[in-house]
Structure formats: C-alpha cells, structure tokens
C-alpha cells in the first residue's frame, strides 16, 4: 500500500468543472481559469434559462472556454440516442452546430 501511495503522489490531477446554472454563468471566466476541461450542462442551463438565452449562454461559454484554451464538452445533445440507435434530425444539427462553435466532444446520455 504505502508503494501505491508514494506512486500516486506523482500522479498530476485534471480539475472538470461542469457549469450548469446562473451562478456557473456569472463565475464563468474564474472556472474557466481555474479547471482543465469545461463541461456544459445544458439541459440544467435550459432550466435556469429562457431557450433564447440558453442556447445563447452555451455559444458564449464555449467561446470563452476556446479562447482558455479549454477542452470543453457539452451535455444532454442526444438525448434519443438513449432508445435509439441514431439522433433526430434536430439532434444532428445541434450536434454540428456545437462543433462549429469550438466544442471539442458531446456527452451521451
């Protein structure tokens, strides 16, 4: 045991922040400098959000996490790939339209 420990303290930590709420979007350039990598709830920012806000709030967020140099990933994109073997159309295009706006990879269900 006291090997595996002296082992580990070697071992370099990644900080992931997922901001999801009004707060995490008010704090977002201090959680963006503090962690590693980004990760966007958007279905919790949906709830917190108007939609014509929230999808508005996660262009900004991605934004701020590309110019960090963040790898930033988003969640709850396609949801119906949870029954089904392949996304709706309006899946597909958020899914495009994410990676266009600098996102580095989706979170599945």
């Not at 999801?20 to 350039?29: D, N, V, W, Y």
């Not at 990933?73 to 119906?80: A, E, N, Q």
């Not at 309006?90 to 990879?105: K, S, Y």
Request: hydrophobic share 45%; aromatic share 2%; glycine share 8%.
């Amino acid at each position: 045991m006291h090997d595996e420990t002296d082992r580990l303290q070697n071992v370099p930590v990644a900080v992931m922040a997922k901001i999801e709420c009004l707060t995490g979007i008010k704090a977002h350039r201090e959680i963006i400098d503090a962690a590693d990598v980004i990760v966007l709830s958007r279905g919790n920012l949906g709830t917190s959000l108007s939609p014509e806000k929230a999808f508005l709030a996660v262009k900004l967020l991605l934004r701020a996490a590309n110019i960090g140099g963040k790898p930033v990933f988003v969640t709850r994109v396609v949801d119906s790939m949870t029954e089904a073997p392949r996304p709706t159309r309006a899946e597909a295009t958020d899914v495009a339209n994410l990676i266009l706006d600098g996102a580095d990879g989706i979170v599945l269900g």
